[in-house]
């Protein structure tokens, strides 16, 4: 078994033939089609570093980093979505995932990130590498009858505004832990190439003449002429807004036996849970891929993201990573701000996945522990999480 490390290159993709090539080994990889990667690669290049394994002259693996922001506390902490990661099945068990993913968090971090999200086909390799589990993305099943009597004070529209569209969702998404603040380019990339054979649409909910929601979705047929909505994003910032956008997905129900949001679209605990008048009967849900978080720059993240204004404390911290080692780090967090600064005691000792975990809002420290994932006393733990209580975590961006 090929086990030279050294033998692995990677580097940037040089011109369409290695991004062709690239485009076959991730569509043989996770079934897909060549043709539709290759309209995405291309249409992300101009945005997106796509980084290529070579192993014995031959194009076997690859990523991308997505350049974006995440939010925390309220703030945007500057990060590099992590996506199209695959080695080609011959070539699997040789070293170069791990190889992908040392290059990865070097050259997210030398591109000035201090996160790097990703949704895992494996949890596995991701973890082996320091990243850790935030959530199960969810896809909720809802049959579409149920949604036909909502109604909203507005219009919807088809179409809306991508700008305004955007500037809404970025002043929304900053209540929760781990949105994305997404380049007004994402949707070329993430939305837009798509599948041909796939019709989407997007429509967006007026009052007046403000935006106030959207809901971006595709229409798949299935068996017995139905057609199932698959609902990418859903975002509302009023009642109106709320009650008017599933009644429209819900006036579709003549042809329409359910609706899909996917990808975690609406938070776990959905609000449907509360204005459904059966919602265990109308609401099937299903798990899917793990939203994964990893920090690649502790000074940057803890510094960049809003903590809390009442949170006060300190906590000494020895933080295991295995791409960058052992490192002993002090966080001090007042008025809302973090700082960090070498040494301190490693009162609490925890690999760098379990922190980007609590720094994400998803697992409490002393959950951690609990877990076998941290390591402290009781007093310690409690003042860790004293930080950073409050924080709801939600991933509602797909990449």
Same mark, same amino acid.
Request: net charge negative.
């Given at each position: ?14 011109? !369409? ?41 031959? *194009? ?11 939010? &925390? ?8 979505? *992590? ?40 949890? /596995? ?114 009642? !109106? ?6 009644? &429209? ?71 295991? !990573? ?17 700082? *960090? ?22 697992? /409490? ?35």
């Amino acid at each position: 078994m090929h086990r030279d490390l050294s033998a692995i290159e990677i580097r940037d993709a040089h011109g !369409d033939a290695e991004r062709r090539r690239f485009a076959e080994v991730d569509a043989e990889s996770f079934a897909g089609h060549a043709a539709t990667n290759m309209n995405w690669l291309i249409a992300a290049a101009p945005h997106a570093p796509l980084r290529l394994a070579h192993l014995d002259g031959q *194009v076997v693996g690859g990523y991308m980093l997505l350049p974006c922001g995440q939010f &925390f506390g309220g703030k945007s902490v500057p990060a590099q979505g *992590v996506t199209a990661v695959a080695v080609h099945p011959a070539w699997r068990r040789r070293g170069v995932a791990g190889a992908l993913m040392r290059d990865c968090v070097a050259l997210a971090r030398e591109q000035g990130a201090a996160l790097a999200p990703l949704h895992a086909a494996t949890v /596995r390799l991701y973890r082996r590498w320091g990243w850790e589990v935030c959530s199960q993305t969810l896809r909720q099943v809802v049959r579409t009858p149920a949604l036909s009597a909502f109604t909203g004070t507005g219009t919807v529209r088809a179409k809306p505004d991508r700008h305004a569209l955007e500037a809404m969702r970025r002043a929304h998404l900053a209540q929760w832990d781990g949105p994305l603040d997404r380049a007004d380019w994402f949707l070329s990339v993430e939305w837009d190439p798509g599948d041909s054979g796939t019709p989407r649409f997007e429509y967006g909910w007026y009052e007046g003449d403000r935006l106030t929601g959207y809901v971006r979705y595709e229409s798949e047929r299935q068996q017995g002429s139905w057609i199932r909505l698959r609902v990418q994003e859903f975002i509302f910032t009023t009642l !109106d807004a709320l009650h008017g956008l599933l009644g &429209f997905l819900g006036g579709q129900d003549s042809q329409s036996s359910d609706v899909m949001f996917v990808h975690s679209a609406v938070v776990d605990a959905s609000p449907l849970l509360w204005l459904l008048p059966e919602p265990h009967r109308n609401i099937e849900v299903q798990g899917f891929l793990c939203w994964m978080q990893r920090i690649v720059d502790i000074h940057a993240a803890m510094s960049a993201r809003g903590w809390p204004a009442r949170a006060a404390g300190r906590v000494d911290l020895e933080v295991t !990573d295995p791409v960058t080692g052992v490192e002993r780090v002090v966080l001090e967090v007042e008025s809302g701000a973090g700082r *960090v600064t070498p040494g301190g005691s490693g009162a609490i000792k925890c690999g760098i996945g379990a922190l980007s975990a609590w720094y994400s809002s998803a697992l /409490r420290a002393q959950d951690a522990a609990r877990l076998g994932l941290l390591e402290g006393d009781a007093a310690a733990i409690s003042a860790m999480d004293g930080l950073i209580a409050g924080g709801l975590p939600w991933m509602p961006d797909f990449f």
